[in-house]
């Protein structure tokens, strides 16, 4: 079982390429992980948002295997607690043993081809966050979540 994040436009900023490398470099210890990016779209401004994310959803798709068990983060999804997200992640690894792939859209989410791809959805917080603080908030509460589950005492309840 592998996991990977997925996301759309390069990392630019240089403090979260720090912070997201420090967090794939940790995730390593407990399952194979990997970063995907896609390059964000050029020459937009005639693209209407559906049209945008349309061809962002073109993109993620070509990512994705039929087999993969596809999860976004949606402001839509579903909010857990640290230990609830933990227990679901066991749960998904247990019963499904598919390879994980964790999706962060563009600016405008996601099309609805890739919603309805979707195995499930689940928001980090009902605040919005930039899409670059989102690799990094995700990929700290994915690591969180593999040190519940292997009873480290990362996480302090």
Do not use: C
């Amino acid at each position: 079982m592998r996991i990977t994040l997925l996301v759309v436009g390069r990392t630019d900023s240089g403090w979260v390429s720090e912070g997201l490398g420090m967090y794939v470099e940790r995730l390593k210890h407990y399952a194979p992980f990997t970063l995907a990016e896609i390059p964000e779209l050029r020459n937009v401004s005639a693209f209407s948002r559906e049209q945008i994310k349309d061809r962002e959803g073109k993109l993620i798709l070509a990512k994705l295997k039929p087999q993969d068990y596809v999860v976004l983060l949606d402001e839509h999804g579903t909010e857990h607690r640290s230990l609830d997200f933990a227990a679901s992640l066991q749960d998904k690894i247990s019963r499904t043993g598919r390879d994980m792939v964790f999706v962060v859209g563009g600016a405008y989410g996601f099309s609805s081809a890739v919603r309805t791809r979707a195995d499930s959805m689940i928001s980090l917080s009902r605040m919005t966050f930039s899409h670059q603080l989102v690799r990094v908030v995700f990929a700290e509460q994915l690591y969180r979540a593999f040190t519940i589950m292997h009873g480290e005492p990362y996480h302090h309840e």
